[in-house]
């Protein structure tokens, strides 16, 4: 038999990807299986093996959510199976998360466990909310406690007469649902009418929107605006803080959610600038960047690097696999000789710095005709050997005006651009579940992958595409062009995104 596998009962934070813990993060990308909830944001998905077995526990549309005994059964059998797995659970494991309960069922099985603790959302909601939940000036303790109970018990196990007695910031999770009865059980037992109360929704994430009232009012609010879990609430005089302390949704991105369609490996970028706006990014990867159909012809173009007049590159993919090959080949950076190097865009351009070589040209412009006009400037192109190394299939004005120009042209097809068959965070399901306010195309290849996806097209979802090409690609395929970046790169972008929702 198998050696038996591990379970490690990871938090996965509130939501906000930086809340991962170092060691959260460590156990995900280690992970052979992954077992996750509802809570717990899938984008850290991510960070997990290509291979790596993902299964989601909570609510599916149209399917009931796994039971508690199900959960426990696939953890342990996995475990069985000789795998380490990885129970990702939103906040942390031991604060109403059953955690124990899983625990005491590894237990029960002889399966080794670890707990990695996580940042909770009673703390770090009323935090992203700028609530405080002490504070010198108004109180000196905290309390947390469930609205939501376990069905089973036949008596109420919150006791409203000790809380009222407590007073302090008390904080409930679970419950929105509950929050009038809640309420008036404590107006009941003498809690001050208009004492301050906050609900934070989708705390940390940019979909965070938080309510506030009073024990008096809170309840019709909730109804009067659809006001939905998961929430935390918050009672007390901490709350009234919020006033000044509030930043989170304050943020120009806050409460948009957009998908970024690049693949994988190049979305966090992007995905990162987005997120550090306050949005609330989906990356629902596209396309695939895959070793060229014949790498031996490549390998072979490389190899000969040093005897070409000009190098070309035209996107940080092709810089990769370039020198991916060449390191391979050579071990000294010496051996590419003579041959001088243009880099079309600035990414291009920092992707060859980062391998230690100069740019010797970089047009102001981002397109092969920008090029041109530049290695003219240097001199006659003719009979110039240049290598281009560029993806399968790219566009060929450059290599054809190159050749018009007299240049003695070989093109290197570096990379190839393949679709993305994989889903492994459920990123479509979330999309056509919960929609989007925008969808960001990077490249031609990204929207038209995209579209062979077949996915309905969310209400309202508005379009940003980085250059004229790849919004000519998009209004070809009949899509309407909401937002064109002026620089054709990611922080040209996000720029043109930032500027599109604050107008
Ligand atoms: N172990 C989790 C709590 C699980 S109970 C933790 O430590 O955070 C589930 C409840 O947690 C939800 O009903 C809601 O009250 C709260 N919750 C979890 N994540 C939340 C979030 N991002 N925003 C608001 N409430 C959240």
């Known amino acids: ?20 813990t170092l060691r959260a993060k460590e156990c995900i990308e280690q992970a052979d299986a992954i077992v996750y909830d509802h809570l717990a944001n899938p984008e850290m998905l991510r960070w997990a093996r ?79 909310a700028g609530i405080p939940v002490t504070n010198r000036a108004q109180t000196s303790h905290v309390t947390f406690f469930t609205g939501h109970e376990d069905p089973a018990k036949t008596e109420s196990a919150i006791d409203y007469e000790a809380l009222a007695k407590l007073g302090g910031t008390q904080v ?31 705390a940390t994430t940019g979909r965070q929107q938080t309510l506030t009232g009073t024990l008096e009012t809170i309840a019709k609010k909730v109804v009067d605006l659809a006001f939905e879990p998961p929430a935390v609430a918050v009672f007390g005089e901490v709350v009234s803080l919020r006033d000044t302390l509030k930043w989170h949704e304050e ?13 994988r490996k190049q979305a966090s970028e992007l995905s990162d600038q987005l997120s550090s706006l306050g949005a609330d990014v989906i990356e629902l990867p596209t396309i695939r960047i895959e070793p060229p159909t014949n790498l031996r012809e490549f390998a072979e173009l490389v190899q000969d690097a ?18 991916e090959m060449f390191y391979k080949l050579y071990d000294d950076a010496r051996e590419i000789g003579p041959a001088r190097i243009a880099a079309i865009g600035p990414a291009t351009a920092k992707r060859v710095r980062d391998f230690h070589l100069h740019v010797d040209l970089q047009p102001e412009e981002f397109v092969a005709e920008g090029l041109i006009r530049e290695l003219q400037k240097v001199g006659s192109i003719e009979n110039e050997r240049i290598l281009i190394a560029r993806a399968e299939k790219a566009r060929d004005v450059l290599p054809k005006m190159l050749s018009e120009l007299g240049a003695i042209v070989d093109e290197g097809f570096a990379y190839r651009t393949v679709p993305e ?16 306010d925008l969808i960001t195309f990077t490249s031609s290849s990204t929207v038209e992958n995209f579209l062979a996806l077949g996915l309905p097209w969310p209400k309202g979802m508005q379009v940003a595409s980085i250059g004229p090409i790849t919004s000519q690609t998009a209004r070809e395929n009949g899509l309407k062009i909401d937002i064109e970046a002026k620089r054709h790169d990611i922080p040209g972008l996000v720029e043109a995104i930032r500027k599109f929702f604050s107008a």
């Not at 038999?1 to 991962?20: E, F, H, S, T, Y």
């Not at 199900?70 to 939103?90: C, F, H, P, T, W």
């Not at 040093?306 to 020198?323: K, L, Q």
């Not at 068959?421 to 989007?436: H, N």
């Open 1 to 20: 038999m198998a050696n038996k596998g591990k379970v490690i009962l990871v938090g996965a934070g509130p939501g906000d990807l930086g809340l991962v």
């Open 421 to 436: 068959t994989r889903d492994s965070t459920g990123a479509r399901r979330r999309l056509l579940e919960e929609g989007a």
């Open 50 to 128: 290509d291979d790596a077995e993902i299964i989601y526990a909570g609510k599916q549309a149209g399917a009931h959510a796994m039971s508690q005994e199900e959960i426990n059964k696939v953890l342990v059998d996995l475990a069985q199976s000789g795998k380490n797995v990885v129970r990702l659970k939103g906040g942390d494991p031991f604060v109403f998360g059953r955690g124990a309960e899983e625990a005491q069922a590894l237990v029960a099985a002889g399966i080794e466990f670890e707990i990695v603790p996580g940042i909770t959302s009673a703390i770090a909601g009323p935090a992203y």
């Open 306 to 323: 040093h005897g070409y007049d000009w190098i070309i590159f035209t996107s940080p993919n092709g810089v990769n696999a370039f020198f």
């Open 172 to 202: 409930m999770l679970m419950g929105v649902e509950r929050i009038e009865a809640i309420a008036n059980e404590m107006m009941s037992r003498g809690v001050r009418k208009d004492l301050p109360v906050a609900l934070v929704r989708w």
């Open 251 to 263: 943020q120009p991105l806050s409460g948009k959610r957009i998908v970024v369609t690049r693949s």
